[in-house]
């Protein structure tokens, strides 16, 4: 059976506050994996590097059978490692989610898949600031002070009037309701990454959430989520399930259409 265990460095207890030795926080796993490639896999959080209660520098830890490895995450506000099959060889990964930034108003954030290959730690994904994971949504304004969100892999689509929005309508549409730009939507980094078995078949897929907006980071528009999924062939990452979740005031305002 496979199981899934996700632990954060909120949930940390200070281990070595008062030594000469760095200020270490440590979150641990459990053992999984079958019984030739079994290992146990933890975050150790350097906290006296910085100086800092909060910010500090992450390590993956991965303790085989006869070996210890060890993966510089880098500085880190936060961490959480989930364990669990990912691609289906009935052999763990581990999924690893860290909040690198505070600013911008939605934070900014590194998401990481590793496997256990020949006593090795290998990424099989990794999406950041620097090499962001395209998910396939995409805005446009149509006439009629509408905004249509789009997933360009899944085929979804979702359209909102917004002639009765004060903040979006007069500042994209003219009086006659057409488009005044051709503005695009501007995505975050992935802020939520949590296995989920959608299809119960026991291989994890990844929930994924991101902040959307629109002409503007300040400009919320919702929140894309999406699932991916391995895609064994393709030895690739795959959308295979796309939402939009409108912000608060867009729901307000009358929903014209999904797909």
Do not use: W
């Not at 796993?29 to 500090?56: L, M, P, Q, V, W």
């Not at 620097?130 to 359209?159: H, P, V, W």
């Not at 929005?165 to 975050?188: M, R």
């Amino acid at each position: 059976m496979t199981r899934i265990l996700a632990l954060t460095s909120a949930m940390l207890v200070l281990l070595s506050s008062q030594t000469d030795f760095p200020a270490i926080r440590s979150i641990t796993t459990d053992k999984y994996g079958s019984e030739n490639k079994n290992f146990s896999a933890s975050i150790i959080c350097d906290y006296d590097r910085y100086n800092d209660n909060i910010y500090h520098q992450a390590y993956l830890k991965v303790d085989l059978e006869t070996d210890t490895i060890i993966k510089d995450l880098g500085g880190s506000f936060g961490d959480t490692i989930f364990v669990c099959d990912i691609d289906g060889d009935s052999i763990d990964e581990i999924v690893v989610q860290q909040t690198k930034g505070m600013s911008g108003g939605a934070g900014q954030y590194d998401s990481s898949i590793f496997t256990i290959t020949a006593g090795n730690v290998e990424t099989i994904f990794s999406s950041g600031s620097m090499n962001k994971f395209d998910t396939g949504f995409l805005a446009e304004l149509k006439s009629g002070c509408q905004l249509e969100i789009r997933n360009n892999f899944t085929g979804y689509i979702k359209t909102f009037s917004l002639a009765d929005n004060s903040k979006y309508c007069p500042a994209y549409f003219d009086e006659n309701g057409e488009p005044l730009c051709n503005e695009t939507v501007l995505s975050d980094n992935f802020r939520e990454f949590i296995p989920e078995d959608i299809d119960g078949d026991g291989v994890y897929e990844i929930a994924c959430l991101q902040y959307l907006s629109i002409g503007g980071h300040s400009n919320h528009i919702g929140d894309a989520e999406c699932f991916l999924k391995y895609n064994i062939q393709g030895n690739n990452f795959e959308v295979v399930k796309a939402e939009f979740i409108p912000k608060k005031e867009l729901e307000n305002n009358y929903f014209l259409s999904s797909e």
